[in-house]
Structure formats: C-alpha cells, structure tokens
C-alpha cells in the first residue's frame, strides 16, 4: 500500500506569515514495494482541521487530478485572507489505481498581506551624543491578556537585526530580519506565541543591534543604509471566543541602553555586565524610568514575508585543547575553522575585564594570525558584575575563526571555560559523501564547513575579514555544489531577489547581492573604480542560480518569476558587444587563478554565450517559443564570433590557459573537431605543470567535468587527488578544515600569502564538490524532468578509490547510491529509488547501454577490464 509522507508548503513543514497567494504543496510517498509510482491526488483544503472529520474542505478540493506531480503544486482554492491558517491533507492513486488514505494533516499560516493592516509604528531610541559606535538600544512592552487565547502570532523586522524576548524568554532566531538591500524591501518573520503567552500579565522585551543596517558592512563602512536601528512589530492574539487584540510597536513602548555598549558583526561587541537591567524583560519590572521610544514617520521600502530560512546556532563544540601563554593568556584550538562565536564562564571581581580573541590560523610563533582581518575585530569583552559565576556570549557579531585566545581571564582556565557556537542560515543537510580516501573525505569535509560559515543569510565571500558581503560569482560557481550538501531552495530563492533588486536600469547585475552601496563606493573609490558593475562569471549569476534552483528542485516558478530581470542581462550584454565579442568585461578575470592569466575578453564573450544559451532553455521551459529560438540563434551567432576572434586553426585559443579551455567546452562553444583540440591543449597544460591545476574561481568548477565529459577521466582524479602545491589536497596536507580563498594562502615555501587577502573560510574553489556528486558519485539531474523526478545515475570510478557511498535526500526521497571496485575490475553498484521516481542506470563497463529503473532498491553488476 503507498503511503503519503512529509508533506510541506513553499519548501517547508507548517510555515507561517507567508504572503504568496497561491503556495505550492509538496509531499512525498512512502512504499514497501518497487515501481511505485502515483498516478493522480486529490488536495483538499479547511479552515479548520475538524472539518476533515465531516469531509468537508470549505477552501479548496481539487477533485481527483491525474497526474505524476507530487511536488509544486499550486494551491487552487478561494482567495486566501490575511492572517489565515488553512489545514491541508493529500491523498494519492498508485499505478494500479488504489488509493492511498489521507495523509496526516498539514498547515500554512498567512502573514499580513497589505500594507494597510500594518497598524504597528517603527520605534528606536534616540542616539547618544560623543559615542562613535552607539549601545543597543532595550525595549519593553507590559501587557495584559483577560482571556484563553486560542492563537498569538508575532509579525516582527527591523531596520537592523533585533533579540525578542516574551515572558523572560528568548523567542525567533538569530540576526533576524536577515540582510537584504532596505532601500528596497525588509523581511517579515511570524513568531507563534501561543505556548508562551498567558492569561494574566505578560510583557515583550526587545534589544535592538545595528546589524547590517546601520553597523559596518564590510570594507564599506558603518551606516550604509541607515543612522540607527529600528524596530516594527504587530501581535494578533486571537481568544476563544472569536474576539481579537492587536499589540503593536508604537510610543507606548519603552525604551533604555543596557549592558550592550556596542555589537557589530565587524567591529565585535563590548558588554558590561554592571549595567545589566536585571528582570527588564519580565512582568514587574520598574521602567517608570524609562524613556519613550523614538517613532519613525514611515519606511517606504517592501514589507514581505521572509523567504530566507532562519539563522540559528547548529551545533556547539568543545575545543580540543588549550595552551597557556608566557603572557598568561590562553589558546585555545576548537579543531574546527568555524563561524559563530564563543561562549565563556567566568567568576572573579567586579569590573575585571575578559575579552576573547579570534583567529583562524596561528603565527609560527603560536599567536594569533590576525593580519588577515584588515579593519575587522574578532574580539568580544565581557566586565564582570562580580556576582558569582557569571556566562557570557555576543549578541549581534559573528567570526570566523580556529583559535580563540581568551585574555585576562581571573583565575585558572579550563578546556570548559568556552564553548563554540556554529551559527548559519539553517539549511538542512540533504547530501552526504563518503570515500574510501581519507583525504577526499576531509575534503568534502572543508567543503560542506565552507558552506556553513559563509551562507549567513546571504552567500558571503568570507567570514572574518572587514567583507562579508554576496559575491554573486562566488555565489553562481557553487550553486550546485551547495544544492547537494543541503537544501538551499529558500537559501537562493530570497538571494535571487537580492540580484533583482539591485539590477541597474541598463540590465546590468552588480557584483555583490544585496548591493551594500558598493556600485557607489566604486565610483568614489580609487582603488577600485576600474571595475564595472556587470562583471563577467558575476553578474551571470542572475541566469546562473535560477537555472540552478530549476535542475535541482524542479522550480518553474523562480524562472517565471524572474525572467525579465534575465531577459534584460542579456540584452545588456547584446549591447555592450562589438560585433558579439565582449571587450575587457571581465575585470576579476578568473579570480585568483594560478600561474596563468585568462584574457578578460575571453572570459566575458564565453560567459555572454552560456548566459544566452541558458536564456534559450529557460524560455523553452517557459514555452516561449519564439524567445527560445531567438536565444537560441544569437548563442550560435555568439559561438562563431568566439571562435572567430579565439580560436586558431589547430584549437588554441587566446589565453591558452585551463580556463580558456575549459570554459568553452563546458559552455559548447566550440565545433567538434575544436572541442578535440581544446581537451588536448588542456590536457597538455595540466600535464605540463605536473598533473597541477592553474584555475581560479571561474575555472575550477568546470575544470573536473570538462575533462570528464571529453573522456579525460584519469586527468579529472589526478588532479582530484594530487597532493603537491596547488592542488585541495595541498592545503589538507597542511591542516585545512575549510576550503581557502586562494591556493596560495600559505605555503611552505613562502608563508602566509598577502594578508590584504588571504581568507581560509571562501567556498569558491570548493565547487569540485558538485564533480563529486554527479561524476564521482554519479547521482544526476535529468533536465528533462528536473528535481530528480527522474535520476541519471551514471558513477565514475576512478583514482585510487575502492568504493564510494553517497546520498541526497531530494523532494521525493533519498536516492543513494553505492559503489565498490575490486582490483580485478568488478564493479558492484547499489542504487535505491524513491517512490514516484524513475532513474536510468549507466554502468561504467565498455558498452553504451543503460537501463531504465523504478523506485526501489537494486544491484547491478560489471567489470570495467
């Protein structure tokens, strides 16, 4: 009997405060038997889950649908109302038309749909003269509620990011509202508080930080956005007997400075605990004191529901050891490059001051390597009150960091003294991967730890230094990887709009998401203002990641969404052509590439083709036929006057670096005889430089599939495995447990790189992880029916691998696949299928033919001799 599973709303279990007017639905299917496959559903859709006990849906009942489609199924019943909840069950027929029962019951909570029903005001706190960096400003709010509530939903932002407490207790997530470019839009969270909220007495405590509003953004500065923070928040608490209260932010609350003297995600974070506001937060509390909040007249921007899923403390780790210095401070190793902060307990005299340090390497000496954070200041301190044992982490800062050096501590520290906090966008693990090569396992190891440090609301480049900001061909390169290791459908579905609303009129997308004011620090900047706001592998992130989010989940909507924002990319680049030949747009070049120098106009007339060509699929998917075919006639247009202006009679091109190659067999540039050449040029200059790559960000993602898929295998694993500077396992070999900016971060020979930059947390060169996946592993999007509705399962063994075990759990279920090689050359593959799912099995024997499969569990056998 088929089974009905894990049923979800816009990606997710039971949301709330959405404000999509038709969300689509998702589920999965469960069953003990192979082929299963659903061959149609009913949805029906209540306003109350008791109404399914009559078989009543006043909202929705789709009737009985023939089809396939178990994920993005879009709601089609009466008009949805602000503030509603709206319970939904699905049932399925199998293949031989037997029904399945209900599925347990789901919901989805609508947020606020206009702008008319905000009746909350946004309240701040007046900034204190002389002070360069201001206190976070507390708010209170005491309330009374006179009877049982059956519903309390919080719909809180800020101007800033902002801690809200209720009843004496922490509630939401962390760095909420997330960042996103507030001239243009804020994000909206819903908090329930029906378990929380009680008859009687109740009150709100808020504390407010700058966060990337009004505090430091990167090299940018502080301020970028705004002066001061500010807060906005409307409560609905629905009783039992129908009626309805509102609270909202207005001049009733009340505002103070505490103990927070300054938290900024750059500059750290000051706390003194002898100015703690003690029970500020809890009903009773004397705030006749107090001072009224300052009301902001309006915000003009959006108010949208969040997209992006919440930041939140994942884990916490304990160090793996501690050293005590000759200065009498203490080192300590968290075994991890990591991003978060540290906590730390600590008792002594009032006033002492304890600051802790981070850095993510050490200097030979055994300091702390900082030189490497330009402006930033990984450092937090805590003034005791002096009232027994006291703890202690930040607020509204995060790091990027190792090694922890705790200064100042009274009395004699311990490997317990501090904790780690790992703290990201908490998007859920979906792919694991598993070797039997150590190495290869740390580095899929320092490319999921990559991830995580840097997808903290946006994609950041880097988690440490005085940056941190959405590099979008940081961001397009590892789209896929980063698809694999978790799910980033809301990750880059809220990122995507960070590109869209910073497109400049021309079509142009800048090269940071949300924008931050970096196209105006480039004009003003003369270290910087020779580049352009369209760079090339950066600005095709807006064709890229919606692409990417296409394969990977099966979403039409984020193409339909978005397609005009794509349409005008590349009429920009049609029009900043000569003759189709993209001249000098490419001025991060393939960035941080080594030993070798790929020629600007190369690099951006290649990226102008892949980006039309994706355009041309896109507009077919969209069924827009006749875009499609124009696309796709100026792709063609666009691959002759690359070659034309390129490539040599015996297949050099320009350049004649890996990237130059690699580019244009991946992105089908070239004819087949070209295509021939350009794998021996390629394969040529990597054996030249000793089986040693030369690519930089742009490159290197497509460096191990190019070779892959032009029948280089052996190169693509020599090159995976290959020990000697440059190379991943070079910097494994010495430590690494994350992916470094540049190959060269430090070096045997020479140290440590630059320190002006000279990151060891930047995911970029991590995006061999998607070669892992879908060539090592073999677990394959079809493009055909994306979101794995049907699987390409196609492993490429290979290196000195015996075996391989990987999985990713897709919006139908988990597909794993299982390999093993002996040394006599037999091949033993297992592959299970999720239900409702096909998949195509490629044996890596010498025949071509393959087999057709569906859900279930099997083993296939071969010899690759």
């Not at 960042?179 to 908090?191: F, G, K, M, S």
């Not at 239900?835 to 071969?862: C, K, L, W």
Request: proline fraction near 4%.
């Amino acid at each position: 009997m088929i089974r009905v599973a894990s049923c979800k709303t816009e990606y997710t279990h039971n949301p709330i405060g959405l404000d999509v007017r038709k969300p689509r639905l998702f589920w999965q299917l469960d069953a003990a038997y192979s082929g299963a496959v659903q061959s149609a559903y009913q949805i029906r859709v209540a306003t109350s889950p008791d109404k399914f006990a009559h078989d009543q849906a006043d909202m929705w009942d789709s009737g009985k649908v023939s089809t396939n489609a178990s994920t993005h199924v879009e709601y089609g019943g009466k008009p949805l109302q602000s503030e509603g909840a709206y319970y939904w069950q699905v049932r399925v027929w199998d293949g031989e038309d037997e029904r399945s029962d209900w599925s347990e019951t789901a919901y989805w909570m609508m947020g606020i749909l206009s702008r008319g029903e905000w009746k909350a005001k946004w309240i701040g706190r007046k900034s204190e003269d002389g002070l360069l960096m201001q206190p976070s400003p507390y708010f209170r709010k005491q309330f009374e509620v006179k009877k049982k509530v059956r519903r309390a939903i919080a719909y809180a932002t800020a101007l800033g990011v902002y801690e809200l407490n209720l009843n004496g207790e922490r509630i939401g997530d962390r760095f909420a509202p997330g960042w996103t470019d507030y001239n243009v839009r804020v994000q909206v969270q819903a908090v329930d508080l029906t378990d929380q909220i009680k008859v009687g007495e109740n009150v709100f405590g808020v504390i407010l930080g700058d966060g990337w509003y009004a505090g430091t953004v990167g090299f940018l500065g502080d301020k970028v956005y705004g002066e001061r923070p500010f807060f906005l928040m409307q409560v609905s608490i629905d009783y039992e007997d129908g009626t309805v209260d509102r609270i909202i932010t207005d001049h009733s609350w009340a505002t103070n400075r505490g103990p927070i003297q300054y938290s900024d995600m750059i500059k750290g974070e000051t706390y003194d605990a002898r100015e703690e506001l003690i029970g500020w937060h809890e009903v009773g509390y004397d705030d006749s004191s107090w001072e009224m909040p300052d009301v902001r007249a309006g915000y003009n921007g959006l108010l949208v529901a969040a997209i992006e899923p919440p930041i939140r403390i994942t884990q916490t780790i304990r160090a793996i050891s501690m050293n005590k210095t000759a200065a009498g401070t203490y080192i300590y190793d968290m075994g991890q490059n990591m991003v978060g902060w540290t906590s730390v307990k600590v008792q002594g005299e009032r006033g002492i001051a304890v600051t802790l340090s981070h850095a993510e390497m050490l200097n030979p000496d055994g300091s702390l390597y900082i030189e490497n954070l330009r402006e930033a200041c990984q450092q937090n301190h805590y003034i005791l009150n002096g009232n027994g044992l006291e703890s202690y982490e930040p607020h509204f800062t995060f790091h990027g960091f190792r090694y922890v050096e705790l200064i100042g501590y009274p009395g004699e520290a311990n490997l317990d003294t501090i904790e780690g906090k790992v703290v990201h966008s908490d998007t859920p693990v979906t792919g694991k991967l598993e070797t039997s090569d150590p190495m290869v396992n740390q580095l899929y190891s320092n490319i999921t730890w990559g991830q995580r440090g840097n997808f903290l609301s946006v994609p950041t480049d880097c988690p440490q230094r005085d940056e941190r900001l959405g590099w979008t061909g940081d961001a397009q390169i590892f789209a896929r990887t980063a698809a694999y290791n978790m799910d980033v459908s809301r990750f880059f579905s809220k990122y995507v709009w960070d590109m869209v609303d910073c497109q400049q009129p021309s079509g142009a997308f800048t090269d940071v998401a949300p924008d931050a004011g970096w196209i105006r620090y480039k004009n003003w900047s003369t270290r910087l203002n020779w580049f352009a706001p369209d760079n090339s592998g950066w600005g095709d992130a807006g064709v890229i990641i919606p692409w990417t989010i296409y394969l990977m989940y099966g979403d039409i909507r984020i193409l339909e969404t978005h397609y005009e924002a794509m349409v005008k990319w590349v009429n920009y680049l049609t029009n900043t052509t000569d003759e189709l030949v993209r001249p000098g747009y490419a001025n991060y070049a393939d960035w941080l590439s080594i030993g070798a120098d790929t020629p600007n106009e190369v690099l951006a007339t290649a990226y102008f083709a892949y980006s039309t060509k994706l355009l041309a699929q896109i507009a077919g998917v969209l069924g827009k036929t006749e875009d499609a075919n124009q696309y796709q006639v100026l792709f063609d247009d666009i691959a002759k006057a690359f070659r034309k202006a390129f490539v040599a009679e015996d297949g050099r091109i320009h350049g004649h670096t890996q990237t130059v190659y690699v580019l244009a067999l991946q992105f089908g540039i070239l004819t087949e005889n070209q295509s021939k050449q350009a794998l021996e040029h390629l394969v040529t200059d990597i054996q030249g430089r000793g089986n040693r790559l030369s690519t930089g960000f742009l490159g290197v993602g497509y460096l191990l599939p190019a070779l892959t898929d032009n029948g280089s295998l052996d190169v693509a694993y020599n090159l995976l495995q290959q020990e000697a500077f440059p190379s991943w396992m070079y910097s494994i070999k010495h430590g690494a447990t994350t992916i470094w900016e540049r190959w060269d971060g430090w070096t045997e020979d020479q140290g440590f790189q630059t320190p002006t930059m000279n990151s060891f947390n930047h995911y970029s060169l991590g995006s061999v992880g998607e070669w892992m996946f879908r060539y090592m592993a073999g677990i394959e999007a079809d493009p055909e029916q994306p979101g794995f509705q049907h699987v390409i399962i196609r492993p490429k063994p290979g290196g000195n691998l015996n075996w391989v075990k990987a999985s990713y759990e897709s919006l139908y279920g988990c597909i794993k696949v299982e390999w093993q090689l002996s040394a006599e050359g037999n091949f033993r593959l297992h592959v299970d299928v999720p239900a409702n799912t096909t998949a195509t099995i490629h044996m890596p024997d010498q025949t071509a033919s393959s087999q057709r499969i569906g859900s279930g569990s099997y083993v296939f056998e071969s010899s690759t001799k």
